[in-house]
Nanobody
Framework: QVQLVESGGGLVQAGDSLRLSCAAS????????MGWFRQAPGKVREFVAA????????SYADSAKGRFTISRDNAKITVHLQMNSLKPEDTAVYYC?????????????????WGQGTQVTVSS
């Protein structure tokens, strides 16, 4: 079984930055693609960013481009999401996801494992 544990969420003001982290553990997980999704109240879970197995390919939602940066540390099987210039519409629960395949996909079905989520609240 693979466990994903997120950290770094919180309450910030518009224009501030946050860095989310997600650590993966589990004997069977060798490190496939990893990504971040988010879900705001009353809305469906949506893609934010993803990074390939080797970290050589990334993918971003249009809302994240230019503001968010995803990175990973394969030695620790950890993925980070640096979020800058945060907006109130970024308010959501952010979920870390990990897949068995390597590509940086924006498709929710690509991911096999999910974290419990971390709340990000951006006040105006």
């Amino acid at each position: 079984q693979v466990q994903l544990v997120e950290s770094g969420g919180g309450l910030v003001q518009a224009g501030d930055s946050l860095r989310l982290s997600c650590a993966a553990s589990g004997r069977t997980f060798s490190g496939g693609a990893m990504g971040w999704f988010r879900q705001a109240p009353g809305k469906v879970r949506e893609f934010v960013a993803a990074i390939s197995r080797n970290g050589d390919s990334t993918s971003y939602a249009d809302s994240a481009k230019g503001r968010f940066t995803i990175s990973r540390d394969n030695a620790k099987i950890t993925v980070h999401l640096q979020m800058n210039s945060l907006k109130p519409e970024d308010t959501a629960v952010y979920y870390c996801a990990a897949g068995l395949r390597g590509g940086a996909s924006n498709w929710i079905g690509h991911y096999n494992y999910w974290g419990q989520g971390t709340q990000v609240t951006v006040s105006s």
